[in-house]
């Protein structure tokens, strides 16, 4: 069984090329770059890049979708960049936090960026740290998840085996000593020992980046290509973890729209990156099985140049919707200003229940470890000013945004093992000349993603994932309050599973803890979906 999913795509409100500048934003704010203390050489700022424009080949069809004119407010950024010393200290006191905090049972590489008595308050009312101890490097990496003590604790075999990934944290360890001359010998060592071991190959790689960007450039600009774009969607149509987050967060809409029974039942689902819109598939769907008499509106945020391709997904939808008979509509909404956000400018009308849904792109967003602008707390404060009766979040549980390198390079090859692992696993029996190039695509992919994760700092590290608790944190400082996703929700995405696969189920986690509903492979969890309000 086959559970619609959307396009993983690069682009989002703060990523996108403007008419003002000419440049994406994740360039424009881009500072010096800076030597942090015990993390090893930075990379050199990398090249001017575009974003694409991808057509997913519908025609469009202005009788079935019902488009507004978009608004042609381009993003617009205070840049005012700091002094070098100042940004050098508040880097010293962030390096400082994140190799001494440590959350529950000692996962040291948890601990996320403190940088202002807001945060600190927060974490305390939020995490109940742990005694302070170094991080152990061991051949599997600890869950990096601020969710609970039990969360994803289970070690996980994955296809680099246990020797290759204890002499990967070596050369990552001779790297922060400043010991390339070690670090080459080990990388060199491992490399073309085993080419079909995906995962370590792609580690060795993104070692020689980060000790040499020069000679080795890690992959920024390709991030923000149509191949990689490709190879993302790939990624969610062949992982299991990922097609659930989506179904969990379809439920939490529609949990919110029929909440409060009412005679004109209306709400307008906005989504600040729809992809291919295949989660609305699935949305639509349901609703159409729960109330044909609901009038739902998607508004989809495009960014400049994008409105042909997101006018593309509105077709989509709007011939499934004629097809339930379903009343639908569909509006594109321009690029604009965070601070412009109204439900105006969003295409909500006063009558329809707003709802928010960010799948896996706030991951994209500067936050306060790049930028003193902060642009991903401050869009979650303005969302919050909307007063929407739900947001949805769903992410990627890994700590790849400010743990120290060491325990990013071991949480990377945890996660990603578990990853690869589980593809492998659910996609046995389908071998054919177009799927085994889909896996090369894919795991191309996942090498473009841990690579730049683990190369990169400041803003060519645009991979910066963060773990629930993070998340949980997040939303209570910019007001919202955690809407639980029960149990029994859980249980039924499960039970759903069971009946289409029950190979993949075996292997498959998912669970309720701490409101939010964690999807993983042999107990290490790689998703996690929330609701808010």
């Not at 689902?269 to 998607?298: C, M, P, T, W």
Request: charged residues 25%; hydrophobic residues 35%; glycine residues 6%.
């Amino acid at each position: 069984m086959d559970f619609p999913v959307p396009e993983l795509q690069s682009q989002n409100l703060y990523a996108n090329q403007t008419q003002r500048f000419g440049v994406p934003l994740l360039h424009q704010l881009r500072p010096q770059p800076i030597n942090l203390p015990n993390n090893g050489p930075v990379p050199m700022t990398g090249p001017n890049f575009g974003y694409r424009n991808s057509n997913l080949g519908f025609p469009p069809n202005q009788n079935r979708v019902r488009v507004s004119p978009p608004v042609s407010v381009p993003v617009q950024v205070q840049s005012s960049e700091p002094e070098k010393k100042i940004m050098d200290h508040r880097l010293l006191e962030l390096e400082k936090q994140l190799l001494e905090d440590n959350d529950e049972e000692g996962e040291a590489d948890a601990a996320s960026v403190i940088t202002t008595s807001e945060w600190s308050e927060t974490y305390q009312n939020l995490i109940s740290p742990g005694p302070v101890q170094k991080p152990v490097l061991t051949t599997t990496s600890p869950t990096s998840s601020t969710t609970s003590s039990t969360s994803s604790s289970s070690s996980v075999a994955s296809p680099a085996s246990g020797c290759s990934k204890q002499t990967l944290m070596e050369a990552a360890s001779a790297i922060v000593e400043g010991k390339h001359d070690v670090a080459a010998e080990i990388l060199n060592r491992l490399n073309g020992v085993n080419r079909s071991d995906r995962l370590t190959d792609c580690m060795v790689s993104a070692l020689k980046s980060r000790m040499n960007p020069g000679e080795h450039p890690p992959p920024v600009a390709e991030l923000f290509r149509k191949e990689h774009a490709e190879s993302s969607q790939l990624l969610l149509d062949n992982s299991v973890c990922f097609k659930v987050g989506f179904m969990a967060a379809n439920y939490a809409i529609l949990e919110a729209a029929f909440e409060e029974k009412t005679e004109n039942n209306r709400f307008c689902v906005v989504d600040f990156e729809i992809g291919k819109g295949k989660q609305y598939l699935h949305l639509l769907n349901a609703l159409s099985a729960r109330d044909q008499n609901a009038v739902v509106k998607i508004a989809a945020v495009a960014e400049n140049g994008g409105e042909e391709r997101v006018r593309a997904v509105g077709d989509m939808l709007s011939l499934l919707a004629e097809k339930l008979r379903i009343r639908f509509e569909f509006k594109i909404v321009a690029t604009q200003k965070i601070t412009e956000l109204t439900r105006e400018s969003l295409g909500c009308e006063a009558d329809e229940v707003l709802m928010v849904n960010f799948a896996f792109n706030l991951n994209k967003i500067p936050d306060e470890s790049v930028s003193t602008e902060n642009p991903r707390d401050e869009l979650l404060r303005r969302v919050k000013r909307l007063a929407p009766r739900v947001v949805t979040i769903v992410e990627q549980e890994i700590n790849a945004n400010t743990a120290p390198f060491l325990a990013r390079v071991a949480e990377t090859l945890s996660y990603y093992g578990a990853l690869l692992e589980s593809i492998e696993a659910t996609t046995a029996g389908r071998e054919n000349n177009n799927n085994n190039l889909d896996r090369v695509r894919l795991e191309e992919g996942l090498s473009r993603k841990l690579h730049n994760s683990v190369a990169c700092e400041g803003r060519d590290r645009v991979e910066r994932c963060e773990v629930f608790g993070k998340w949980r944190a997040r939303m209570s400082m910019a007001g919202f309050e955690l809407k639980p996703l029960s149990q029994s929700m859980a249980e039924s995405i499960k039970s759903r599973l069971t009946t289409a696969n029950n190979r993949v189920n075996s292997g498959l986690t998912v669970k309720e803890e701490n409101g939010g509903i964690c999807f993983g492979w042999m107990g290490r969890t790689l998703t996690v979906a929330s609701a808010w309000r």
